[in-house]
């Protein structure tokens, strides 16, 4: 039996129960909606305030409420019903109860024990899956967690939202393809509440003058601050001198010049230099690595200002470590600015890189298939807070306003490739990630033309920065 047979079956049978605006009135007096003056996580400051978790302590209501969810959906069709923590979860668990689709559970973040799973429950890859929300506003959130759901390899085509705050969540999930089904709008809502006598004229336009005004969504803090004011969190001299080139080149982009031999990879610092922030290496995949290519690259970084970035992505014992960063053939640090390392180790091994050297740690990584999930990132994260000499992660979901975010898999296209590597834009890492520096690396030294390419880096990851501090 499909999900649209169910769904129809269950219309069918209910539709001489309560009407939607019974349902409403009597769930507005459970408290769900309050007037007065808030403000909310994005920083906006409301008129109302809307709760609905107090719908799960009515089983009437709950039962009704998910009829109602599911006959918005009897167009659509899915294998899956998965509720946005938490306040959707009784709302998408009363849907799977009502229509004998299963349940999937979407963690806030992983358990740090047992499976250390993000979603919990029977699924397959290629399944289609509704999505439930209470309520949206900016639909941010839930942009993070069709992210975290999609990562899992299942679909989403159509979202189910109890009510719209009409501040744009709809329109930015539309935009992005997603099917949006609304059971109510704040302006629905008044009208009902203004027409039963529970909410006075003067109320009913202050509220509509509000969304009138159409507020902007602030973003959070750390997602805020300019590369001027993240300076006041940075002691490291190398975190420093990366702030301070970001804002004298107007650049966020960091080149990884992943070529083999020492002579392409001058060639491309030359061309790219006066765009990029800082190159990163993998010296190990040079073919004829040798001091006099570095004293020549170290040259051009002086020349064209940018710092030296090795991505040695360190994963051993703190004594391994420090022959691997000051011994051997590459001497690494005896030249670079910046260094990449896995914190598996521990905290002590990563006070082997010296004073000048700054550390950035992985936290994630854009492979497909990573095993560093949102508890390792947390420790990691953590880690990252109290070490002196690290400067910030490689990550591709947002960090604390202390730590510069390194995002790396960053593409004008979003394509992955068959490697496994998944790639996001710039505009996307940046005003959805609130990432510091964008890394780039085959969209520009596999280009057919690498200056002209840094330079549209460049300019998207410049511009899109921009946007998010609101210049």
């Excluded at 429950?121 to 439930?132: D, R, W």
């Excluded at 993070?144 to 705050?165: A, G």
């Excluded at 306003?401 to 490739?417: C, I, K, Q, R």
Aim: glycine fraction near 6%.
């Amino acid at each position: 039996m499909t999900a649209l047979f169910v769904i129809f079956a269950i219309f069918a049978q209910t539709s001489t129960r309560m009407n939607k605006e019974q349902f409403l009135l009597k769930a507005c007096r459970l408290g769900i909606i309050k007037f007065g003056n808030f403000t909310l996580k994005s920083g906006i400051p409301s008129p109302f305030y809307i709760d609905l978790r107090p719908l799960a302590s009515s089983p009437e209501l709950l039962k009704e409420l998910s009829k109602f969810l599911l006959n918005s959906l009897q167009d659509s069709d899915f294998e899956l019903i998965c509720g946005v923590p938490y306040a959707a979860l009784p709302m998408a668990t009363a849907m799977s109860l009502e229509s004998g689709i299963p349940l999937i559970i979407k963690r806030k973040e992983a358990k740090g024990y047992g499976t250390k799973k993000m979603l919990e429950g029977i699924f397959h890859e290629g399944q289609t899956c509704v999505l439930v929300e209470d309520v949206i506003t900016s639909g941010k959130s839930l942009i993070e967690t069709i992210d975290e759901i999609e990562k899992e390899h299942l679909k989403i085509n159509d979202i189910v939202v109890v009510l719209d705050r009409e501040q744009g969540g709809v329109a930015l999930l539309k935009n992005k393809g997603y099917k949006v089904h609304t059971l109510f709008n704040i302006s629905e809502v008044i009208d009902i509440l203004h027409k039963h006598g529970q909410l006075a004229q003067e109320e009913v336009l202050r509220i509509k003058n509000f969304l009138a005004e159409k507020p902007e969504v602030k973003v959070s803090p750390e997602k805020r601050l300019k590369y001027e004011e993240k300076l006041a969190f940075q002691q490291h001299c190398a975190g420093k001198k990366l702030l301070k080139t970001a804002v004298q080149k107007k650049s966020n982009l960091i080149a990884s010049i992943d070529v083999t031999t020492s002579e392409k990879i001058l060639e491309l610092a030359e061309e790219v230099g006066d765009n990029v922030v800082a190159v990163k290496l993998h010296t190990d995949i040079i073919s004829d690595f040798s001091d006099d290519f570095i004293s020549k690259l170290k040259k051009i970084a002086e020349k064209k200002n940018f710092l030296l970035f090795e991505d040695r992505k360190f994963a051993d014992i703190g004594n391994t470590q420090q022959l691997q960063f000051e011994k051997g053939i590459y001497k690494i640090s005896s030249w670079a600015d910046l260094i990449t390392s896995h914190a598996i180790a521990g905290e002590e091994s990563l006070k082997v890189f010296g004073e000048k050297t700054a550390v950035v740690i992985i936290a994630e990584m854009s492979s497909k298939g990573a095993l560093t999930d949102e508890h390792y990132k947390n420790q990691v994260v953590a880690l990252a807070k109290k070490s002196e000499n690290v400067i910030g992660c490689v990550a591709q979901s947002q960090l604390p306003e202390n730590l510069l975010l390194f995002t790396p898999g960053v593409n004008l296209t979003s394509a992955g490739d068959a490697k496994g590597q998944q790639f996001n834009t710039p505009e996307k890492v940046i005003t959805e990630l609130a990432t510091d520096f964008i890394i780039v690396g085959r969209g520009i030294y596999a280009s057919a033309d690498p200056k002209a390419s840094a330079e549209k880096y460049q300019k998207a990851g410049w511009e899109a920065y921009l946007c998010l501090i609101g210049k």
